[in-house]
């Protein structure tokens, strides 16, 4: 067999002197292209290639047709004077590119032909590819759905943000504690990325020169800086089927000097080396830890090198087609995704005023007709907060730009609200006390002509409780863009089966407008199509099965139930009360081994900040309620609890496909959106959830019905916040059930005899003013488990109630939340070819 294989590779090796022509994607063409980049850029010899060979080989042979198209579309964008968009965001979780490129190009059946007739399979080429790890939750993939919508759509814009050389972290689970170890993810480089010889120098510290002008303005110049270069690295993205190509600009620090001969002169290499490496640390790592000062001057310094290197492209590009500024705003649009691109406000003023000679008024007119910024939290110790100090000595003419900003805005409060002292305190972009802040998401609401929330109820309480001040005061300028998923990554690419079997059914425009699932209405009642509906999960099922045994060593039946929640660990998305719900199905079946039970097989998947000691606790809880339950005899196989190490985008393409259930049960009014919710649904999975983010939307469109609904809606959770109606204390005296769970957590009955590693959880859970109201909720949870397990028992209800949530998915589109952003807050109609 293996000599028949290089036998194939051989004489295409001697045709490949005259390869045909890469663009048609022809079998002939790719076959011979892959063998061209085995020799030219792996430097191997085809006959004795590995499978990573083949796999940088083929996604070369990708990129190149992708390059192609790249630049046609870059010459429209050129002739047609079309307005641009910058989407700016610290994060972008895009996972494998490889099976997503082959989607999206429309070329699957020639690839797979074209590696077959090489002596490989397609599956285990994809399967080589790292996850790229340039993320590290919703936010991040977002922003790749967004990129993979705006190709789509052919929207003309890019994405800018960071090319990390070390990911988030890999988890280990070592005695069922989370373990962190550095994810190199490209340690062995890749493919996808076109590393530009175009530094871009980015200044640090220095001080500040005043003067004047000719024509006697105050100008400042910046001096004496540390300078940091940026190279760009740009990554292709590909719309669906429609030869239309975006790319995401992504920058690498560099040393402005390989060595700062300035320390050979004194003798000091070490010192030299040093300087180096501390320069080129800014893009080394996604999220360095912030609980030092050190740590936070990184994040700092990340935020404003991204920012600056970008505005140096954006003002290249501007300035080559024209000479003054009066159309800045009507051909840029700039998307800030979270605050933590904000620095862009001040670092444009600065341009416009001390590059460009604008006037402040010219100025700050054309920045906030140019900003838009989108909120992604309700938390408020995630709305960031940079010390004042700090941002002095970093950016020292920023932190002049935004004090100058911040005296102007307070100004206009005053006039509207004269000898209100309260709401200039809690409106000023600078929080007084010992230590004074900077408040980014006030920079940003005020630097912006647009503010938006990403889900109806997020903004509603962004307006009514988080910025009500500025919501009054800005009439207009908060507006809601709920967020969404691509529907080809998350159906047509995660879920295969369940695709062909739709676009059998309904024909496949769904793939580009997602409203055309509802066409799945009229099936839901249709037996045959019930019976191929189920197998699809079946077999999907049995693919999560398979991984949970390689990477727990558990063995778990594909009938039983697949409860799932996968995402990160935070107390306020509540996997605790999922845990709690465990430990009580498993003291029912203790008490009472012969009762009739649906079995559930319960997967949990997330990392926990390395610091935040309290979630990595709830992991050890879980992954010791998980030891127990296994290896109790008593329990048989109707309980079997997981949890899925080092969870990523490649790991969620199988969860999501093979979950029945899905867990969005974080305390009403805390979730800004989550799409995790969208992506289950999409894959057929009820949800059982709270009236949280998004989970009100889905409600809405699939029908109360359809979907398992519990606990306090977030008005209902303000409330008992301030009144303290039912403590912890009391519903554990109330109910011997949830008196029973806490004190398995008391007594050790999880962790090996140990009654002290529990209790910090306890405390938690038992605080009367537990911030996320567990115990409040944990009733409510429990009974609508129970009504989950009644209807399972009813496969052909279970079955209507998933095909009906697929078919009314058509909302969570990212393709009509890009519509929106496009002609609502950028100003760019969308062409009437794609809709």
Not at 534 to 553: D, S, Y
Request: proline residues 4%; charged residues 25%.
């Amino acid at each position: 067999m293996a000599s028949s294989k290089r036998a194939r590779r051989t004489k295409d090796k001697e045709d490949n002197s005259d390869r045909p022509r890469l663009c048609d994607a022809t079998v002939e063409a790719l076959k011979s292209n892959i063998l061209h980049h085995v020799m030219s850029f792996q430097g191997c010899d085809p006959d004795r290639v590995r499978l990573s060979d083949v796999y940088m080989a083929l996604s070369y042979t990708l990129r190149d047709i992708m390059t192609e198209k790249w630049i046609h579309t870059q010459s429209l964008y050129y002739e047609k004077e079309k307005k641009r968009v910058y989407y700016l965001s610290l994060e972008f979780l895009i996972g494998r590119s490889l099976s997503n490129a082959i989607l999206n190009l429309g070329i699957h059946e020639p690839v797979k032909a074209a590696v077959e007739e090489l002596g490989f399979d397609l599956a285990d080429i994809v399967d080589e590819e790292e996850d790229a790890a340039l993320g590290n939750g919703g936010l991040g993939r977002l922003a790749a759905c967004f990129m993979d919508s705006i190709a789509t759509l052919k929207i003309p814009a890019y994405g800018y943000g960071i090319y990390y050389e070390y990911g988030l972290f890999n988890q280990q689970l070592i005695d069922g504690y989370q373990v962190e170890s550095p994810d190199n993810w490209l340690r062995y480089g890749s493919p996808w990325a076109f590393e530009r010889k175009q530094p871009v120098s980015v200044h640090f510290y220095g001080r500040l020169s005043t003067f004047q002008d000719e024509e006697g303005n105050y100008r400042v110049k910046w001096v004496d800086t540390e300078d940091v270069v940026a190279i760009p690295c740009d990554l292709l993205v590909p719309g669906y089927n429609n030869g239309h190509v975006v790319n995401m600009r992504l920058w690498t620090a560099r040393a402005s000097r390989e060595l700062d001969l300035n320390y050979f002169s004194r003798g000091d290499y070490i010192g030299a080396v040093t300087s180096k490496v501390s320069s080129e640390t800014i893009s080394k790592v996604l999220y360095p830890p912030d609980h030092n000062m050190a740590g936070m001057e990184l994040r700092l310094k990340q935020q404003y090198f991204f920012v600056a290197a970008t505005f140096h492209d954006i003002m290249r590009r501007f300035k080559k087609k024209y000479k003054g500024f009066d159309k800045f705003s009507s051909r840029i649009a700039i998307q800030l995704n979270d605050t933590h691109p904000a620095i862009a406000i001040p670092e444009l003023m600065r341009l416009l005023l001390d590059e460009e000679g604008l006037t402040w008024e010219q100025a700050w007119d054309i920045s906030v007709k140019t900003f838009a910024y989108t909120n992604h939290t309700l938390m408020p110790e995630a709305l960031e907060k940079w010390d004042v100090d700090m941002i002095g000595r970093v950016l020292p003419r920023h932190l002049q730009i935004i004090y100058e900003i911040n005296q102007r805005f307070l100004d206009l409060v005053k006039i509207q609200y004269p000898g209100d002292e309260g709401r200039l305190r809690g409106m000023s972009i600078i929080e007084e006390g010992a230590v004074k802040k900077i408040r980014m998401a006030h920079l940003a609401i005020i630097g912006s002509h647009s503010v938006n929330g990403v889900a109806e109820l997020h903004t509603k309480l962004l307006r009514e409780n988080i910025f009500p001040h500025y919501d009054e005061f800005y009439p207009g300028k908060f507006n809601s863009k709920t967020n969404g998923i691509t529907p080809r990554r998350w159906l047509l690419q995660a879920n295969p089966c369940l695709a062909k079997l739709i676009s059998s059914k309904i024909g496949s425009a769904w793939i580009t407008n997602l409203d055309k699932l509802r066409g799945l209405e009229t099936l839901a009642d249709n037996d045959y199509f019930q019976k191929s509906w189920q197998e699809v999960k079946l077999a999907n099922k049995k693919r999560l099965a398979e991984l949970v045994q390689k990477h727990c060593g558990v063995e778990v039946d594909p009938l039983s139930l697949f409860d799932v929640q996968v995402k990160r660990i935070h107390e306020y998305k509540r996997q605790l009360l999922n845990c709690l719900h465990v430990i009580k199905l498993y003291q029912q079946l203790v008490r009472n081994p012969e009762r009739d039970t649906v079995p559930r097989t319960v997967i949990f998947a997330g990392k926990a900040a390395p610091s935040y000691w309290r979630a990595k606790r709830i992991i050890k809880l879980i992954t010791s309620v998980a030891e127990v339950v296994n290896n109790d005899p008593r329990i048989d196989n109707k309980l079997r609890v997981v949890f899925l190490p080092n969870y990523n985008v490649s790991m969620a393409e199988i969860i999501m496909p093979g979950a029945d259930l899905s867990e969005q049960i974080s305390t009403a009014g805390t979730e800004a959106s989550g799409t995790g919710n969208m992506k289950f649904s999409l894959s057929g999975a009820l949800t059982i959830g709270t009236l949280d983010g998004a989970n009100v939307e889905i409600l809405e469109e699939v029908g109360e019905e359809n979907i398992f609904i519990f606990g306090m809606t977030a008005q209902e959770a303000e409330y008992e916040h301030i009144h303290l109606s039912r403590p912890p204390q009391m519903v554990c005296d109330e109910n011997p059930v949830v008196a029973s769970v806490m004190e398995s957590l008391r007594d050790g009955s999880f962790s090996r005899g140990d009654k002290e590693i529990f209790q910090p959880l306890v405390d938690s859970l038992m605080n009367p003013n537990d911030p996320y109201l567990l115990l409040r909720d944990f009733e409510s949870y429990l009974a609508c488990q129970e009504k989950v397990d009644v209807v399972y028992r009813d496969q052909v209800l279970w079955t209507r109630m998933s095909i009906l949530n697929v078919a009314r998915m058509g909302k969570f589109s990212t393709d009509r939340t890009i519509r929106q952003y496009a002609e609502e807050i950028w100003g760019i109609p969308v062409e009437k070819e794609v809709l």
